[in-house]
């Protein structure tokens, strides 16, 4: 049974920083890629990072792109998302996605499979 379970969010302020983790279980996570998305209130969801099976390459939205870095580590079976210089629009729900090849593009559905239950993040003063 594949199982993704995020933790890490909660309250920062402004500038501030927050390290989500993404614990999984039920497939050999070294072997697909996985992808951090959010849902801001009001918003659809918004993909915002993703990294290979080997954590080679990664890809990053605009609105994200030199403040947030995705790793993982296969043997612990755990992708990261370090969330720094935070911002007011940052606040949402953090899911994170695994994918169904090695590699997965940011924004392709058909690229992921399953998704965990998200945590919570949010910036304000």
């Known amino acids: 049974q594949v199982q993704l379970v995020e933790s890490g969010g909660g309250l920062a302020q402004p500038g501030g920083s927050l390290n989500l983790s993404c614990a999984t279980a039920?497939?050999?996570?070294?072997?697909?890629?996985m992808v951090w998305a959010r849902q801001r209130p009001g918003k659809g969801l918004e993909w915002m990072s993703s990294?290979?099976?080997?954590?080679?390459?990664?890809n990053y939205a605009d609105s994200v792109k030199g403040r947030f870095t995705i790793s993982r580590d296969n043997a612990k079976f755990t992708v990261y998302l370090q969330m720094n210089n935070l911002q007011p629009e940052d606040t949402g729900r953090y899911y994170c996605?695994?994918?169904?090849?090695?590699?997965?593009?940011?924004?392709?559905?058909?690229?992921?499979?399953?998704w965990g239950q998200g945590t919570q993040v949010t910036v304000h003063l």
């Open positions: 039920g497939f050999a996570f070294s072997t697909y890629a």
């Open positions: 990294i290979d099976a080997n954590g080679r390459h990664t």
């Open positions: 996605y695994k994918g169904s090849r090695s590699e997965a593009r940011l924004g392709v559905f058909s690229d992921y499979d399953y």
